[in-house]
């Protein structure tokens, strides 16, 4: 099945740096690449997906790419606030298998 | 258009009871997931329903099941609760089954004690 490895687990920046979290996957059937941020006592918001026929989708001052080839997809995060901190899960999925989720990464943005 | 919605939002249950989780999809998504998250293990997936079927289904014991009705309201079970049970119950509805995009609910914190 898929395997989906995330790092770093914590990560903690200054206000306004950029923050980058990077995931690999095993199964080069899967296509679709989301990602969430989770909040203390809330479920998984997700922020911005990718599909394996695009490298690059930005949103405002988030970013995420995608090496196919290499198996490997990141989020960025650019000019990072305090309201930024949480934690982030990239995920995995192909066709009609179920979604395989990374371990997290604990974001702190420090004032 | 109302997000997912889990009830109830906290339970507490003894160790052997059973225990009910009801889950209710975005209007018009057909499929829901469930996961369970520790903060050992992460975000583990339990099933998926879609059309009142089992579409998928993760690595759990046989306490652990669900169902769908028609109206795509779903609800998971767990009988013969262990404390290692405890955890904060997620359900996640989509369209469909395959590459859609997923959107959790809040969850259930279950404590069993």
């Known amino acids: 099945g898929e395997n989906v490895e995330q790092h770093p687990s914590t990560l903690s920046v200054q206000e306004g740096d950029s923050a980058v979290i990077k995931c690999t996957y095993s199964d080069s059937a899967s296509n679709y690449f989301p990602w969430y941020k989770q909040e203390l006592g809330k479920g998984p918001q997700l922020i911005i997906d990718i599909r394996s026929n695009v490298g690059e ?12 080839t290499a198996k490997h997809f990141s989020l960025h995060i650019t000019e990072t606030q305090p309201e930024d901190s949480a934690v982030y899960f990239c995920a995995a999925k192909g066709g009609y298998q179920k979604v395989t989720f990374g371990t997290g990464t604990k974001l702190q943005v420090i004032p | 258009k109302a997000g997912v919605t889990q009830t109830p939002r906290y339970l507490i249950k003894t160790r052997g009871q059973q225990v009910t989780l009801s889950c209710s999809p975005i209007s018009g998504h057909r499929s829901v997931s469930w996961y369970q998250q520790t903060p050992g293990q992460g975000l ?70």
């Open chain 1, 57 to 68: 989708k930005k949103d405002q001052r988030i970013a995420v790419t995608l090496n196919k």
């Open chain 2, 44 to 113: 583990q997936f339990l099933f998926e329903y879609f059309s009142e079927t089992q579409r998928n289904k993760g690595n759990f014991p046989g306490r652990f099941s669900g169902r769908q009705f028609s109206n795509s309201r779903s609800e998971m079970n767990v009988s013969t609760l262990e404390l290692g049970d405890s955890a904060l119950y997620l359900c996640a509805s989509s369209l469909g089954t395959g590459e859609y995009e997923q959107y959790f609910g809040p969850g259930t914190r279950l404590t069993v004690t």
